[in-house]
């Protein structure tokens, strides 16, 4: 089990989700500005941007895509950490045209980013790859909709079929939007040699042992376990914010 610490103190560094394998040469976002401002990056190996992949968010009305995740995505593309063509696709219930999504989600990182104001210039390109596709978490024909959404993504901005599925809604709706994303064959085997397909599960999985254990069992039946990301905000903060407490309590971290 993978289980993937993202607070707001490392959001930034969310391009975990995704290979570190690119077909482009690599991309160093200001090494150079880096070392300057943080000596001990000197040496460590730089950021790399991936290749272009659409991230659908399932849940994308709520609170955590306006509050965390829109801005968060929006600071990477601020610091040149997103490639060019990378797509956002948000999926949920309201009636949103794109435009209206894409008003939306400019107010909320408006409130929210960490790099604000926001930068127009930014935000015209990053609003190019923001869509949206309207349909109930249990409703087959809305996934069809979003298969055809993806596949014209493939072909007009080059992500060719690279998929990261992030399911920011209450459990209850997990094993349903997995079993239609592999009804719908909207899911690769990574055994298989082709594009990745990746699904992130937010907080909570399940609310006792045995409904994260039959959460589990419903994520495996679509997905491989590798292809699985389980994200806690709180999971390792406490010890993150004492870190120098926990330095120089344990005399076996001393030099």
């Known amino acids: 089990m993978k289980i993937c610490n993202w607070g707001p103190f490392n959001i930034q560094h969310s391009t975990f989700l995704v290979p570190i394998q690119s077909s482009n040469p690599m991309s160093v976002a200001a090494p150079a500005q880096a070392l300057a401002v943080n000596p001990l990056r000197e040496g460590l190996e730089q950021e790399r941007v991936p290749d272009a992949s659409c991230l659908v968010i399932f849940g994308a009305s709520g609170d955590l895509t306006g509050r965390k995740l829109l801005p968060a995505l929006y600071s990477l593309a601020h610091d040149g950490l997103l490639p060019a063509g990378q797509t956002i696709i948000g999926f949920a219930r309201p009636d949103y045209t794109d435009d209206a999504f894409r008003m939306a989600m400019r107010e909320a990182c408006d409130k929210f980013a960490r790099t604000r104001p926001v930068d127009d210039a930014v935000w015209e390109n990053f609003a190019k790859g923001l869509f949206y596709v309207r349909g109930d978490f249990g409703e087959p024909q ?114």
Do not use: W
């Not at 599960?201 to 409904?211: V, W």
């Open 142 to 255: 809305a996934y069809s909709k979003l298969n055809q959404k993806l596949q014209e993504c493939d072909r007009t901005r080059g992500t060719g079929g690279r998929r990261i599925y992030y399911l920011a809604v209450p459990p209850q709706f997990f094993p349903v939007i997995s079993e239609l994303l592999g009804a719908e064959k909207m899911v690769t085997d990574p055994e298989g040699g082709g594009p990745f397909t990746r699904v992130i599960i937010e907080k909570p999985f399940g609310h006792d042992l045995q409904s994260a254990r039959e959460l589990n069992r419903v994520a495996v039946t679509t997905f491989r376990e590798r292809q699985v990301f389980r994200i806690d905000h709180y999971l390792g903060k406490e010890t993150v914010q004492n870190l120098l407490v926990l330095r120089f309590a344990n005399g076996i971290f001393e030099p």
